[in-house]
């Protein structure tokens, strides 16, 4: 039976702003603005070296509506270089960059297959196996309304039928909920594979068929931690096969430093340099987070007279020069609980902020979320966040303590 070969991403953020980087020096700053389209530039210079049948790109392909020069000339590029080489994509536009927004237009070759915003089928013949491609565009922004009973039945049993869909899992409120679906309304469709974006975590919601998010090609935030890539598909109508493939160019990571017994600044240094090395030795160039643990009350006397801040300072100058870069964006200490008493009233305070539900953590952030300026600069509130939140609150109870 023939089997298929394509790719499968989404997400790219083309031209992403990269928000809520501070400090960084310009050429640092510069490499990071560029990740995402070097990211890209490797997608298809692997798609040149191994020739998949076909590129399915699902949905947010440049960053804002408006879509930047920059990014449609970069894209066109690459779909050129694609063309050259006999390459179709089929792209679906989402609520990022939907069909209503104000552009100066590019054309694209005739390779690609722009998914307009009605569901519509792409037909495809590969060496004599018929291939059907479902999917639609976003008109507007918001689509909040379900759109899966659009997608046809699949009928034809000698075809492979594929579906495109930039949208939210029905339930899922880490992101902003886009054409939600059921993994059950997804099955019931019959179709060999599911090709998801929107989401910008790599999932696997269903094996079989694969029901698959393969996340954003590269991080743009502290958020969005870890290796981000694209999925290389082997499918036929019996197997399927899924290889992950890591594009990041820069990988935004927390790096944990164990403090234990450690009385001198020389000792902290070498910790924290020998955690970016592995880091680096990992992952390449990065973005990241110190987290000191086990901070007793040897290590946290380094603090008395030198200002965290100062520490984060002498930590970047350590590693200034390096290659690849490894910009420490924030130190934060996580002191043993040890180091303070509790009291009855600390006590209750603490243990009532570890009932707290999300609803809870919400009504108590209102204003802050509910603020029309500050709003729009963060994202929503997820389940890691108000685990941040609660340890954060509670060290910062316990330092008040300390003070009084």
Same mark, same amino acid.
């Given at each position: ?30 490499? =990071? ?9 490797? =997608? ?16 947010? =392909? ?24 006999? /390459? ?6 989402? &609520? ?21 915003? #009605? @569901? ?5 013949? /590969?060496?004599?196996?018929?291939? &059907? ?28 039928? $594929? ?35 929107? $989401? ?15 996340? &954003? ?38 790096? !944990? ?9 020389? #000792? ?26 086990? $901070?007793?009350?040897?290590? #946290? ?12 300072? @002498?930590?970047? !100058?350590?590693?200034?020069? /390096?290659?690849? %870069? ?19 009233? @600390? ?5 009532? %902020? ?37 340890? &954060? ?5 316990? !330092? ?5």
């Amino acid at each position: 039976m023939t089997a298929i070969r394509f790719f499968h991403l989404a997400d790219l953020h083309l031209d992403s702003p990269f928000k809520g980087l501070f400090g960084l020096p310009e050429h640092i700053l510069k490499n =990071i603005r560029s990740s995402t389209f070097e990211a890209f530039d490797k =997608i298809i210079l692997k798609a040149i070296q191994e020739k998949p049948d076909f590129l399915l790109i699902v949905g947010d =392909i440049y960053d804002g509506e408006n879509r930047s020069l920059q990014a449609q000339r970069r894209f066109q590029d690459a779909m050129e270089k694609l063309f050259q080489h006999n /390459i179709p994509v089929i792209v679906s536009y989402g &609520n990022h960059d939907h069909l209503n927004g104000t552009w100066t237009r590019f054309a694209l070759p005739s390779n690609v297959y722009e998914l307009p915003a #009605e @569901t519509t089928v792409v037909q495809l013949k /590969i060496r004599g196996q018929q291939v &059907n491609i479902y999917g639609f565009s976003y008109h507007e922004r918001h689509l909040k309304e379900s759109v899966i009973e659009s997608y046809p039945i699949a009928q034809d049993q000698h075809a492979i039928h $594929i579906g495109m869909l930039h949208g939210s899992e029905a339930g899922n409120t880490t992101h902003d909920v886009y054409a939600p679906f059921t993994k059950q309304q997804l099955i019931e469709k019959n179709y060999h594979y599911w090709a998801l974006g929107h $989401i910008h975590k790599r999932q696997l919601l269903q094996q079989n068929p694969p029901i698959v998010y393969p996340g &954003n090609i590269q991080s743009r935030h502290r958020k969005e931690q870890g290796l981000k890539g694209f999925y290389d598909v082997t499918l036929s109508q019996t197997s399927n096969e899924l290889d992950f493939i890591p594009t990041s160019t820069v990988v935004y990571n927390t790096i !944990e430093v164990d403090c234990t017994n450690v009385i001198h600044a020389n #000792e902290l240094l070498k910790r924290c340099s020998e955690a970016i090395t592995t880091n680096r030795t990992k992952y390449g160039a990065s973005v990241v987070e110190l987290h000191l643990q086990n $901070i007793d009350e040897q290590t #946290e006397a380094l603090f008395e007279h030198a200002t965290v801040d100062a520490w984060l300072d @002498t930590v970047r !100058e350590t590693e200034e020069g /390096i290659e690849p %870069m490894c910009w420490v964006q924030k130190l934060v200490l996580q002191k043993t609980a040890s180091l303070y008493e509790q009291t009855a009233a @600390t006590q209750s305070v603490v243990s009532l %902020m570890e009932q707290w539900d999300s609803n809870e953590w919400k009504d108590i952030l209102k204003d802050l979320y509910q603020y029309a300026g500050g709003a729009r600069l963060i994202e929503p509130l997820s389940d890691k966040d108000i685990e941040n939140l609660t340890q &954060n609150a509670q060290a910062l109870l316990a !330092e008040e303590i300390q003070r009084a």
